[in-house]
């Protein structure tokens, strides 16, 4: 197993004026997610059991924006191969992509990784379940409800849509609180303040967070009957949204089969 690298991109004098997902980055990416994400690994544990309750037998996962493939492996982990659901990951950073297959390897066909960009079209298969874990903030806002619009359309009848982002406070006047304790945390982390600093300056446009509501907001335009949030931590959040069924108005599609292929007891019809 190669020594994980820690991340001192933006400690070196060669650091980038603008954050790219290059070579540079995926060579000290899983640190720097690690000591920048609040609760990632927690919140990968909840992609994993939101995915055991709602990914169907026989059908696919997508995690656009996959990166390493870290959060693939712990799903390909945590679900039974009897329940003949494949992983496919998809991403635009060729850098990122080859530290995937490496980590992905050991799984065979039941994961799989592949080029592209979610700016442009998008073609998903027989899909269950669609993750987009800290991506979706990274394309420019004007995109971002036509791929979600896109990925509803796609979606077989009772999937779902598990969404993360880092995101705005509603509220103007607790934004500094959110970000100060934000920082707080890096620092706790072993970032200096010239790092942070420097971060924030590569991500300006590039990384670009909404409030909560405006993501709630889009969703339900896209055509999600249900969508709630699983998690909080200042300025970042958790959302999981049902495809509605047409005609169905706003009442939440009946719940999917469980990943393990266990039938699950019939909702009684919402009266
Ligand atoms: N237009 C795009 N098309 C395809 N991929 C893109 C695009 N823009 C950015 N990406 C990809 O989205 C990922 C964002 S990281 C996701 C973490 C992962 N989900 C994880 O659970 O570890 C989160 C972060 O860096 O904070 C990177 O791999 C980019 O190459
Ligand atoms: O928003 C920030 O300041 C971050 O550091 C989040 C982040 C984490 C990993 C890659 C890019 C941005």
Redesign the pocket.
């Known amino acids: 197993m190669t020594p994980r690298k820690r991340d001192d991109l933006f400690a070196r004098d060669d650091a980038p004026e603008k954050f790219e ?1 290059n070579e540079s980055v995926a060579r000290v ?1 899983d640190n ?2 690690e000591r ?2 609040p609760f ?1 690994k927690e919140c ?1 544990q909840m992609v994993v059991a939101l995915v055991e309750a709602t990914a169907q037998p026989g059908t696919r996962v997508y ?6 493939g ?2 693939i492996r712990e799903m390909a982990r945590a679900v039974p191969p009897e329940s003949d659901i494949r992983f496919i990951g ?4 060729d850098a ?1 992509l080859k530290k995937a297959r490496r980590k992905l390897k050991e799984f065979g066909d039941r994961c799989e990784v592949v080029s ?4 442009g079209p998008l073609e998903l298969e027989n899909a269950s379940v669609v ?5 979706l ?3 420019p806002p004007a995109r971002r409800q036509g791929l979600l619009k896109r990925i509803r359309q796609s979606l077989l009848p009772g999937g779902a849509l598990i969404l993360i982002e ?1 995101v705005k406070a509603e509220a103007a006047a607790l934004a500094p609180v959110f970000v100060e304790r934000y920082y707080a945390y890096k620092r706790e982390r072993g970032y200096s303040r010239m790092e942070i600093s420097r971060k924030r300056e590569a991500l300006e446009e590039v ?1 670009v967070p909404l409030p909560p509501g405006e993501n709630v907001t889009m969703l339900e335009t896209a055509g999600f009957g249900t969508v709630d949030v699983f998690f909080k931590w200042f300025n970042f959040c958790g959302f999981v949204a049902l495809r509605g069924e047409a005609g169905s108005g706003s009442q939440p599609a009946p719940g999917p089969q469980p990943a393990s292929g266990k039938k699950r007891a019939k909702t009684r019809k919402s009266r």
């Open positions: 997902f990416f720097m997610l920048s994400v990632y990968q995690d656009l924006g996959c990166s390493t870290t959060l998809l991403d635009n950073s990122m592209g960009d979610l700016n993750i987009l874990n800290y991506t903030q990274f394309l880092k990384l």
